[in-house]
């Protein structure tokens, strides 16, 4: 069976520090891959997806940016952080070709920035 | 750009009760797949239906089951015999191919109480 895993949990970082979130899916190979933002009180916001290793497309021009270096690792980085890349960020995998489209998701990553 | 509209920010049912969450999308492709996902306190997504817009029979799913009208661009989920653990926040999402690789676009979402 497919697990998509999603570390750290819960990050606290200062304003201006450097992030890396970490995504690894195990059970399936060269899957479509999402990173999405969901900010307080709303829905889901994607930010980037990759249809295989080091394609990686951008959703919101933003400070993040993303890397596949292997097939089922999606990382999730940024230089300096800012107050506004507070949220809940989601992880999700897509089988390719995908009979029925539907996308499966992380535990995901709390991330506050003070 | 395809737009999801969730209508209603909260709803609350009854335990045992009946609740309709209302979707509505704008389109103009005719091939898409729409979906509920649920997300409880844990904030774990969960999907629990799905929709192919070329499929005229409404899916069904449990106590979970869609009212699809592609004409109206509509695709309510209705939640029968209501119980505490269905207690989430509901997302309704839409996704077309090949657009942004498959990608969803989702409502703001409703949040539903169940009460005892």
């Known amino acids: 069976s497919q697990t998509i895993h999603q570390w750290p949990a819960t990050l606290v970082q200062p304003v201006g520090s450097p992030l890396s979130l970490e995504c690894t899916v195990e059970g399936t190979s060269n899957p479509n891959l999402y990173w999405y933002r969901q900010a307080a009180g709303r829905g889901l916001q994607l930010l980037f997806y990759?249809?295989?290793?080091?394609?990686i497309s951008s959703e919101v021009p933003q400070n993040l940016s993303a890397s596949r270096p292997q097939d089922r690792q999606f990382i999730l980085s940024s230089k300096k952080l800012l107050l506004s890349d507070s949220g809940f960020y989601l992880c999700a995998w897509r089988v390719k070709p995908g009979l029925h489209n539907e996308q499966f998701f992380g535990p995901g990553t709390r991330l506050t920035v003070l | 750009a395809q737009t999801v509209t969730q209508s209603q920010p909260e709803m609350s049912v009854q335990e045992a009760e009946t609740v309709t969450l209302s979707c509505t999308y704008d389109t103009s492709e005719n091939n898409y797949y729409l979906f509920w996902y649920k997300q409880p306190p844990s904030r774990q997504m969960i999907l629990v239906i799905r929709?192919?817009?070329?499929?005229?029979q409404n899916a069904t799913e449990n106590r979970f089951s869609v009212n699809f009208q592609k004409a109206a661009k509509s695709f309510s989920l209705k939640i029968s015999d209501s119980q505490l653990g269905d207690t989430a926040m509901y997302f309704c999402?839409?996704?077309?191919?090949?657009?942004?690789?498959?990608?969803?676009?989702f409502g703001k979402g409703t949040s539903l109480l169940v009460t005892p």
């Open positions: 999402a839409f996704s077309s191919f090949p657009n942004s690789g498959y990608a969803l676009n």
């Open positions: 990759s249809v295989g290793i080091g394609q």
């Open positions: 929709q192919e817009a070329y499929k005229q």
